[in-house]
């Protein structure tokens, strides 16, 4: 007689399991079809499995048949979407939908001249980067001679403007197609992502860190563990309910620290997902102390100096104990702070 008592505990589905019932979710229960947002927000979650090789249940894409094989009138019709609808094209063939229908698409859409609509050199860049998925990219050196030339002036970088952060990162993702190539930036261009990543730790943004610990590794750099360790805490902080969407929520910070989980070996896509809808809450960061270091140093004004050794003390009475413990932090994970304070102190100008 055997004494061995079932406790009847549910089992935890595995990750890829999880990530079908997501994609489920973004395909069918947050957006209607025929919202921009839904567009977007697809392209993003397919995106983030196929460049990290996610290996998935075989029907995990079915809830994006019908999509898939409306893509050329669709195209056709809303060609000023063409890079979310080539994204979400070429990322489901890459999955396992299909085999050609991107590359016909993308010979369209340069022979439309789509590409000739942009007028922001990243998005260029981003149109570029789908193109050549499918050998029907050109070439353009002068728009890799612009972006390079972003990337190295560092000093852009000491400064708080996640506009600047994120089109620095997101250059690394489409020079490196999504870190399948060395993007062969130079060390100008990793000070600058450095100096991205002190300014998302020091104003506790994991959206930005994340996506800047991304950048670093697809340039073939490893970040601070620090700034990853603190990532990984934060993901703790993820709750998923079957509440209705189709409002913001925190779905762009969770797929992103899972995207860095999967190439730093750490646990993603936390929680289990229910199959009938998806709603993504995150408990708030601590606060942050960027915002009171830059009024310090304005209010200063003649008195602020660029050397951090003295102006430290003036720093830690300014932020209190919470943001010392984060500014502390930013110090030990950097060998460049001193460097980055020179430039975010903006003493010289």
């Known amino acids: 007689m055997s004494n061995v008592v079932s406790l009847g505990l549910p089992r935890r589905p595995s ?11 973004f395909a069918r229960n947050r957006r209607k079809l025929d919202d ?60 396992g939908i299909g085999k050609s229908k991107g590359a016909a698409l993308c010979r369209w859409a340069v022979k439309a001249g789509l590409v000739e609509a942009e007028l922001s050199d990243l998005q260029r860049a981003e149109a570029q980067r789908l193109l050549n998925r499918r050998g029907a990219g050109i070439e353009d050196k002068p728009l890799r001679a612009r972006l390079r030339s972003f990337m190295d002036r560092s000093e852009t970088f000491a400064l708080p403007n996640k506009k600047a952060a994120y089109e620095l990162t997101h250059i690394v993702f489409y020079l490196s197609d999504y870190g399948l190539n060395d993007p062969q930036i130079g060390e ?52 998923l309910s079957a509440r209705a969407s189709g409002q ?68 830690s009475d300014a932020i209190g104990a919470e943001g010392e413990d984060i ?7 950097s060998e460049r702070f001193d460097a980055f304070f020179e430039g975010f102190s903006r003493a010289d100008m």
């Open 15 to 25: 990750l890829a399991e999880r990530q079908a019932v997501l994609l489920g979710n």
């Open 36 to 95: 921009v947002f839904w567009l977007k927000e697809n392209a993003e979650v397919l995106n983030v499995l196929a460049s990290s090789g996610a290996m998935l249940p075989d029907d995990a894409l079915e809830p994006y048949r019908r999509i898939y094989d409306g893509l050329e009138e669709r195209l056709r019709f809303f060609p000023q979407y063409y890079r979310f609808l080539l994204s979400i094209c070429l990322d489901l063939e890459d999955l």
């Open 188 to 239: 100008d261009a990793i000070v600058s992502l450095e100096f991205a990543g002190l300014l998302a730790y020091l104003d506790q943004d994991v959206d930005l860190l994340a996506e800047t610990c991304v950048a670093m590794r697809f340039a073939g750099r490893r970040t601070s563990p620090i700034w990853e360790d603190w990532i990984a805490a934060q993901m703790g902080g993820f709750t």
């Open 248 to 315: 913001a929520d925190a779905y762009h910070e969770y797929l992103v620290t899972s995207w860095w989980a999967l190439f730093a070996d750490r646990p993603s896509f936390p929680g289990t997902p229910q199959a009938a809808g998806l709603h993504i809450a995150r408990n708030a960061a601590g606060r942050s102390p960027l915002r009171a270091m830059s009024e310090c140093m304005f209010h200063l004004g003649p008195a602020r100096s660029s050397d951090w050794g003295r102006m430290r003390q003036a720093m």
């Open 327 to 333: 500014l502390t932090g930013a110090e030990q994970s």
